[in-house]
């Protein structure tokens, strides 16, 4: 694997090795929140963009019992967070996400996401899986940030594939009962205290609104082509093999 990467993707990872970088994996939610969640929102908030809530992330450790995501962050020698990176496994396909680099790594051009990259490369691979998707690019970039993008995904050795998504759009009214619905199921766990009560009556919302989902003829479906780069691992007779 080491040697189909590109030139640059090497020179980038003996870099951020010489400077002392490390990548680990984390491992517990309160180290999450610590090390991952909290920097990462930090760089997302400065570039603009919004991060999700650490509810959302609260309860996918919660219910990600058979371990489908993983974050790993890479650590400067000081212990700083310099680049946070996640993926998640299902099929055989590891799929990146939660992408971000810290201004000290950029300041310093210190080459954290490359390091990540490798490691988590090898991580999926360990992991049973053929094809590591690094995620969207845009097929006619013109500037530079975008065409920084797809060069930097392409030296892994991936491939430009399409494949289509499918949304599920709910009518506001269904939108709107379930946000109150959701709003009730917090107020009467609040009052009641019971983690054991919470936990119920979670599942019970989520699994009405798989129910209403599910059974709705009013929900419409769209289709848009999605762009993604994707890489693919060697495993068995499926060397480089993209699903």
């Given amino acids: 694997m080491w040697q189909r990467l ?8 003996n870099r951020a090795r010489a400077l002392r970088a490390s990548v680990r994996r984390i491992d517990s939610f309160d180290e ?5 969640h909290h920097p990462y929102c930090r760089i997302e908030s400065a570039a603009g963009r919004r991060p999700g809530p ?3 992330a609260a309860a996918m450790w919660r219910e990600d019992q ?3 995501y993983r974050y790993y962050v890479a650590d ?11 993926m998640h496994l299902f099929n055989g396909v590891a799929t990146e996400i939660a992408s971000a680099l810290s201004p000290r790594a950029f300041e310093h051009k210190i080459p954290a996401q490359d390091l990540l990259h490798w490691e988590m490369l090898l991580e999926a691979k360990r992991a049973g899986c053929h094809t590591f998707d690094v995620a969207g690019v845009d097929p006619s970039a013109t500037d530079s940030k975008a065409t920084g993008i797809r060069r930097f995904k392409e030296k892994w050795g991936g491939r430009y ?4 998504r499918y949304e599920l759009e709910l009518p506001s009214v269904l939108v709107s009962m379930r946000n109150v619905v959701g709003r009730l199921v ?3 766990a609040s009052a009641l205290g019971s983690d054991k009560v919470k936990r119920g009556l979670a599942w019970k919302l989520i699994a009405g609104r798989q129910h209403t989902e599910g059974s709705s003829r009013q929900l419409r479906a769209t289709s848009s082509p999605l762009r993604s780069s994707r890489c ?8 480089g093999s993209v699903v």
Wanted: charged fraction near 20%.
């Fill in 6 to 13: 590109h030139p640059s993707a090497r020179k980038n990872v």
């Fill in 32 to 36: 999450y929140v610590a090390r991952f």
């Fill in 54 to 56: 650490l509810s959302v």
């Fill in 66 to 68: 058979r371990g489908y």
């Fill in 76 to 86: 400067s020698a000081d212990g700083e967070t310099l680049a946070t990176l996640g």
């Fill in 161 to 164: 594939v399409e494949y289509r």
């Fill in 186 to 188: 917090r107020l009467s």
């Fill in 232 to 239: 693919g691992l060697p495993h068995s007779l499926r060397l």
